[in-house]
């Protein structure tokens, strides 16, 4: 057996769904039950593969002062929970940034804690044998050092990246030979349920937006 544990990095994951409303028709497929979406990968791995756990690495935006913002993300995470993925949250930080046309300053929030946490996840999980493969859904660069310690320390397991849909990186490509793409089909397969019931029987419906 295969035992398999996907780590998603969720704004990347949001980003190619994005692209996919743009580029697409405006099809758009934010209501993704993500659990069912790593099972229907797995026979991308081999016909042993099993999948083990979830992991989504995210953040909420409280810079842009909008609760509708956060319901909405808090409320797909309760969803995702459901389903017993685990959320491992991180936070944006303001910076302050200079225009090199107006040359005035202004402050920019960026992501930070996640691609740190995603590495620390990826060391755990094959320090403590918890799988035989591990799947990174994303297309950043900035894993790529995770990856090489992670290769070189735990040779005997498998590392490779999910590259979502209109998503690819080279390097990362050249690090974990089988790698794959996330097709299109993938995402539009396998939605939640409208609503989603949880344990307790909250019901938490589509928002209309997606």
């Known amino acids: 057996m295969n035992r398999v544990v996907f780590l998603i990095d969720g704004f990347n994951l949001y980003h190619s769904i994005l692209g996919i409303k743009y580029h697409h028709k405006g099809l758009l497929v934010k209501w993704l039950d993500i659990c069912s979406l790593c099972n229907s990968l797995l026979h991308n791995i081999d016909t042993t593969a099993t999948l083990e756990k979830v992991y989504y690495f995210s953040a909420y935006a409280y810079h842009l002062n909008d609760p509708g913002v956060i319901q909405r993300h808090s409320d797909y995470i309760k969803c995702l929970e459901s389903t017993g993925i685990e959320p491992i949250l991180g936070r944006f930080k303001p910076k302050t940034v ?113």
């Open 98 to 210: 200079n225009c090199t046309l107006c040359r005035r300053d202004f402050i920019k929030h960026e992501e930070k804690e996640t691609d740190v946490a995603i590495a620390a996840k990826l060391l755990e999980v094959l320090e403590k044998k918890e799988c035989e493969t591990v799947v990174l859904v994303t297309g950043d660069t900035d894993i790529v050092p995770a990856v090489k310690i992670a290769n070189s320390l735990f040779s005997n397991s498998l590392i490779l990246c999910a590259f979502p849909f209109g998503r690819k990186n080279r390097e990362l490509q050249q690090l974990a030979p089988r790698s794959f793409k996330i097709r299109l089909k993938s995402y539009v397969n396998n939605p939640f349920p409208n609503p989603v019931v949880l344990v307790d029987g909250t019901e938490i419906y589509k928002p209309a937006s997606w």
